[in-house]
């Protein structure tokens, strides 16, 4: 990849994302751009996957809302990726497909209750094995990614490679399945409402009794730059997370 020079910014603090830009010599555009700056949290990265599909994402913090190393500061960004410096990561994404509709997810697709008062039943069908009647408040399949948030939240793991399921507060013991993902996993919902959701998009889908839906692994990828810096022990919030997922 060439270094880039023309930037589309998402996210918060546009303008001084905008004024940190044009002091490293790059570009600020709306369209025909090389590179998305997601000035933000994870959410920003996730929405601007979907604004900007193919476009490779560097994800910088707000540093008037984190205590950042000045590696990872968006002056000393900037510097690092016009002298080609940063780490290139190809994230895996996840492929939802609902009826005629698709889906593709970097961090996690999740199915709940729609009515905390009800749990669901449901059943999954995933490398020719029938997981029978499962009650509880849902599921999480999660990229590798993905799966230091909700996912991890619920197994107290996370996932090297593949895809993980995590079934949400089962009546009964359910260990969560990892899995190569190049097989779809269908879910059929027994009773529900239920309501399904792929990264933190608002735009939820309601499903009813008998509605199937099926997640893989889609084989594409996203092209994040500088994904050290949600690594570093010193850019972590106090509370120990990473950007927050959700």
């Not at 990561?89 to 996840?94: A, F, K, M, Q, R």
């Amino acid at each position: 990849m060439s270094a880039p020079r023309r930037i589309v910014i998402a996210g918060e603090d546009r303008a001084v994302a905008a004024a940190a830009c044009e002091r490293a010599g790059l570009q600020v555009v709306r369209r025909d751009a090389d590179l998305v700056l997601c000035h933000g949290g994870d959410g920003t990265l996730l929405r601007a996957a979907r604004d900007w599909p193919g476009l490779p994402k560097l994800p910088v913090r707000v540093a008037s809302r984190n205590q950042l190393c000045p590696d990872h500061q968006l002056d000393g960004v900037l510097a690092r990726l016009q002298r080609g410096e940063l780490p290139r990561t190809e994230l895996d994404l996840l492929e939802l497909r609902l009826g005629g509709r698709r889906f593709l997810a970097i961090n996690d697709v999740v199915l709940r209750n729609e009515s905390p008062a009800t749990a669901l039943r449901f059943r999954v069908h995933a490398d020719g094995h029938d997981s029978g009647e499962v009650t509880g408040d849902g599921l999480v399949f999660a990229t590798p990614f993905g799966s230091t948030g909700y996912f991890r939240s619920i197994t107290r793991r996370r996932v090297e490679t593949g895809l993980g399921v995590a079934f949400n507060n089962s009546t009964d013991v359910r260990s969560p399945l990892v899995l190569d993902g190049d097989e779809p996993i269908e879910v059929e919902v027994l009773r529900g409402p239920a309501v399904l959701v792929h990264d933190n998009d608002a735009r939820t889908v309601l499903l009813r009794d008998g509605q199937r839906f099926r997640v893989r692994c889609s084989g594409e990828h996203e092209v994040v730059l500088g994904l050290d810096a949600l690594c570093c022990q010193r850019c972590r919030k106090q509370d120990g997370s990473r950007f927050n997922a959700h």
